[in-house]
């Protein structure tokens, strides 16, 4: 196309109202959100100020299981400002109490003497530390676009319904977690799992009851390319 005639159709009227309503949206079901409107929680919390300026917690009055202590400190040698291992050290008291408790901040805050609010700050802000109690396992069902194209919103809903009598079960929506590729796909514990069906939502639950690896013929780990033509090694 010449320069000018590309000119030409970018000037181009658009096309009349009846040719743009030929096209008949499919009908999607609605995306589950919080009261705040957004898809993930904890971004309407309220400050409370009535509360005492945090102090940095005594090390020696406040009791931190050894191995918790062990995990931070190993993770605030690697940095050259300690403050820089929040995540890790965050991460490790989920792991040890299920969950970003003010105690488990507190016990983390005292390792690595900051305030707790310091830390609260980072718990808050992270996706993948929570700050609320919950089950033991975390089912992160991807609803971004290229999962939402091939039917994540049906996914989640049946994930939802598969989990729903299991306060064992966290399951929510979550952002692109970077396996597009296996769409649509869950994270199951951290187990990448696709391309997966609503009815592998029975499935996944029935797999973390019983103890055993989940979907193991979709885990991501177990599919040496995306090609479904090509089988696994
Ligand atoms: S959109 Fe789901 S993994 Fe990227």
Redesign the pocket.
């Known amino acids: 196309m010449s320069p000018l005639s590309r000119r030409a159709a970018r000037q181009a009227p658009p096309p009349p109202a009846s040719a743009a309503s030929d096209w008949d949206a499919p009908e999607l079901p609605p995306v589950a959100r919080f009261a705040h409107g957004s898809r993930v929680p904890g971004w309407d919390d309220a400050v409370d100020l009535t509360k005492d300026p945090a102090v940095v917690p005594d090390l020696a009055t406040t009791p931190v299981p050894t191995g918790l202590r062990e995990t931070v400190e190993a993770a605030m040698a690697r940095y050259p400002d300690p403050r820089s291992a929040s995540i890790p050290a965050l991460h490790a008291a989920q792991h040890e109490y299920g969950w970003c408790s003010p105690e488990a901040i507190e016990q983390v805050a005292a390792v690595m003497h900051v305030t707790p609010a310091y830390l609260t700050s980072v718990a808050t802000f992270y996706d993948m530390l929570v700050t609320q109690p919950k089950g033991a396992n975390d089912v992160f069902v ?1 609803t ?4 939402s194209l091939r039917g994540a919103d049906e996914l989640f809903r049946a994930m939802n319904v598969a989990a729903e009598d299991d306060d064992e079960i966290t399951v929510r929506s979550f952002e ?5 590729d296996i ?1 649509p ?1 869950a994270s199951v514990n951290g187990e990448y799992v696709g391309p997966l069906e609503p009815a592998d939502a029975e499935r996944i639950v029935a797999d973390l009851r019983a103890g055993k690896p989940v979907l193991e013929a979709k885990q991501l780990r177990n599919r040496p390319t995306a090609d479904p033509g090509t089988a696994a090694s």
């Open positions: 991807c971004n676009i290229s999962c692109c977690l970077g396996a597009c769409a796909m």
